[in-house]
């Protein structure tokens, strides 16, 4: 790398704190400073200095399609020359609404939001004004946006105890939410019994995907579901992250566990700013304007987004599923490979926990928990991002978070994934 993007990031952190407009861009902990991108196209972006890599971020998980799918690009082209925001009722928005409701059978109605963040906002905004109840169940290691009440860690007091893991939020606001380990079933019991009918809701991420890949047991969620029934609770699955990626519905559709409340992100946009909170009829019509749990948003469902979002998820057929979860075995298979031939196995302790396209690199299988993530990850970790990215392969920045497989990383694309590891 030249001293063009070394000066880029300098000047980014004279204007924006940091240099960058989220944390986990700012390669913190690496000896290399971030790449300025400035184009894409199918499983590659280029850097400003043309440097092509093999890109298994995809903008953190929106883009299923790949970059610059054509048919996303003739759909925003269409959208972009009728005009780009009205503040009022349109018809794409209602089209990307009819289209997710007809196909995913657990959800009667949705509201679209601008992120996933704003989405679990409400969707835990509408659990209180459901419940009339205050409290909040969630786990340690599922991340569900910068909401105050979600940025909570466990507290050193009685289990549940939580504490704010940012400066900013109120001790007030994270006495609200209870915080457990996951698989913690007894302590979720306990919780229930110390809380009699003051918890609103449980929220997980169904397939944990933010703190690595810690694929629960369905056993685990199903309890969840059982304990919401018995305490008339809510079960919130934040599908941010796995909606639309493990399969058309989700997890909800993998386990057949129906959740209450439904939170989607990512994928729903295409690579545009949407979320969007699902549920019942009788669920959501407890939202403004028909009910008394107030959300609004003036670029709320923008056209242009809800076109981006009805082209990627209209390509989403089973056979296009088959072919992501299969492509993904392929990459996964050349990359442990290579981990564990390369300088004589300096990278042989790790190895790759995946679940349909997501992937990661870890040294220890069935991470189930936060207490099972070796404590070494990240120093081994940036050692193999730098080489990669050298490569010209781009993983996200951070040992914590994962891969993604798109489906424009076809056989050609891992050809070229064999080459570049040489
Ligand atoms: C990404 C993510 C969020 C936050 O979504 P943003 O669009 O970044 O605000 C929330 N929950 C989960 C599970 C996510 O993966």
Redesign the pocket.
């Known amino acids: 790398m030249s001293d063009r993007q070394k000066d880029l990031f300098l000047k980014s952190k004279k204007y924006i704190p940091g240099g960058v407009h989220s944390p986990v861009r700012s390669f913190k902990g690496l000896t290399s400073t971030p790449r300025f991108f400035k184009k894409a196209e199918g499983a590659y972006i280029y850097d400003v200095e043309d440097k092509k890599y093999l890109d298994f971020c995809m903008s953190f998980g929106p883009l299923i399609l790949g970059h610059r799918n054509p048919k996303v690009e003739k759909a925003l082209h269409e959208a972009l020359e009728r005009g780009w925001s009205y503040g009022a009722c349109e018809p794409y928005s209602l089209k990307l609404a009819e289209f997710l409701v007809e196909k995913i059978p657990y959800v009667e109605q949705l509201r679209f939001v601008n992120?996933?963040?704003e989405a679990?906002m409400t969707a835990l905004r509408i659990a209180r004004g459901v419940t009339g109840r205050n409290k909040v169940i969630k786990f340690n290691g599922c991340?569900?946006?910068h909401v105050d009440s979600m940025l909570i860690k466990a507290g050193s007091g009685l289990a549940g105890e939580a504490e704010a893991s940012s400066a900013g939020v109120p001790q007030g606001v994270a006495a609200d939410t209870l915080i457990l380990e996951l698989g913690d079933i007894e302590g979720v019991k306990k919780c229930f019994q110390d809380h009699p009918n003051q918890i609103a809701a449980i929220i997980i991420?169904p397939l944990p995907?933010?703190n690595g890949l810690m694929i629960q047991p369905i056993e685990f969620l199903k309890f969840l579901r059982s304990m919401c029934d018995q305490t008339c609770a809510l079960l919130i699955f934040?599908e941010?992250?796995s909606g639309f990626r493990v399969a058309f519905g989700g997890m909800a559709e993998i386990t057949g566990i129906r959740p209450d409340i439904s939170t989607w992100?990512?994928i729903i946009g295409g690579g545009l700013p949407v979320?969007a909170v699902a549920a019942s009829k009788f669920i959501m019509e407890h939202l403004a304007p028909i009910g008394k749990v107030y959300q609004a948003g003036t670029l709320s469902a923008n056209p242009l987004a809800m076109a981006g979002g009805l082209a990627t998820l209209t390509e989403m057929t089973d056979e296009n599923y088959k072919k992501i979860n299969e492509q993904t075995l392929k990459i996964t298979k050349v990359l442990s490979d290579w981990m564990h031939t390369y300088n004589n196995g300096e990278f042989s302790m790790f190895k790759i926990t995946s679940f349909s396209s997501l992937f990661w690199i870890v040294p220890k299988d069935n991470v189930t928990k936060i207490s099972e993530i070796p404590e070494n990850l990240t120093v081994n970790f940036n050692k193999l991002f730098e080489i990669f990215l050298e490569k010209g392969i781009y993983l996200a920045p951070n040992a914590y978070e994962v891969g993604f497989v798109s489906l424009a990383h076809d056989d050609q694309v891992i050809e070229d994934l064999k080459r570049r590891l040489g």
């Open positions: 992120s996933g963040t679990v991340y569900h946006g991420e995907a933010n934040d941010v992250i992100g990512k979320g």
